[in-house]
């Protein structure tokens, strides 16, 4: 994510009103590249604002989508849509215990869909997520070695929106 400078300086050329609750959610959001949803953006504002509406939290969010700040992330772990902060081109590693979600800088440039594969789409970027257990998790459930068969390998092109 561009730095909070920056986003400020983006809200403003746009309109958007710079509020300390605003600016608190993009403080936070600037240092966080834990793919958080909205409902945990908001908890942790809460604990700074306790009387922040969760409306401000959410619109703030879309906002930030709006502006090609924020990516929401295709849901994986079941627990609602998350938000990327990192809006350069990378994938990701998928902890299917914890949900946990790093990201992994790798060119699967290459990666190509045939034209009938593609089944009319024009395919504006590709994602590639790995699934895996986090050593944590290995841990807890006293694996010590990661479950190769568990492994899966996702495509996801998002469709033309435009
Ligand atoms: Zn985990
Ligand atoms: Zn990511």
Redesign the pocket.
Known sequence: MRSLETLLDLFRQNGLKITAQRRMILELLVND?S?PTAEQVYRRILETIPDISRTTVYNTLGELTDLGEL?P?HNISGRGQRY???QET???LHCVECHE???ISRDYERMDLSLEEASGYRILRH?VTFFGICPDCQTRRGDHAADEDGRQLLMQSAPDTE
């Open positions: 590249d793919h990516t992330v990327d902060t990192n990378h994938h990701h979600l790093l990201d994602q």
